[in-house]
């Protein structure tokens, strides 16, 4: 019983130092990837421009989360940690993902800070960047259900290129 308790109490530590926030009281509620549509030496960006067009680069959002989702609410935030951007996505937009309980968030971001949520992830393009980052974006997300909203906060941050080359 006392290896059972053990084990259960050093569960969280050990998800927690693979980069993985935790939420809910069950810990069911986990953001577990952050990637782009765009990439630079293999690693996701996000592009003010490509090929001198604000098409947008699409971030997508990998959580997991038991029970009925209403909806999850997608912020980007600054360095400074401001808000850049928010929207609402409705839970019938999220994509099931490999495991049950897993979903894709896939939304939009355009340089003038709007999202748009997608019902599509988009594939991944190599792209060229151009000088050094006019900044980065972190994603934090909100889990709302009809009785709790879970609140998870991303590990990662992604570079803004002010302009990038396919």
């Not at 937009?93 to 939009?108: C, R, S």
């Amino acid at each position: 019983m006392k290896k059972v308790i053990l084990a259960a109490l050093a569960t969280p530590l050990v998800l927690a130092s693979c980069g993985t926030a935790l939420g809910g009281t069950d810990g069911s509620e986990k953001f577990l990837t952050l990637t782009s549509s765009a990439t630079a030496a293999g690693a996701p960006v996000l592009c003010n421009a490509v090929n001198g067009a604000d098409s947008g680069t699409q971030i997508v959002i990998g959580l997991a989360a038991g029970g009925t989702i209403q909806n999850v609410r997608v912020t980007l935030k600054d360095d400074a940690g401001k808000v850049v951007s928010t929207t609402d996505v409705a839970g019938s937009y999220l994509i099931k993902g490999a495991k049950d309980g897993e979903y894709l968030l896939p939304v939009t971001r355009k340089a003038t800070g709007t999202l748009t949520v997608d019902k599509a992830v988009a594939s991944t393009s190599a792209v060229t960047v151009s000088g050094a980052p006019v900044g980065t974006l972190k994603t934090d997300i909100v889990i709302n259900r009809s009785r709790s909203a879970v609140p998870l906060a991303s590990t990662v941050t992604l570079p803004v290129y002010a302009s990038c080359a396919k």
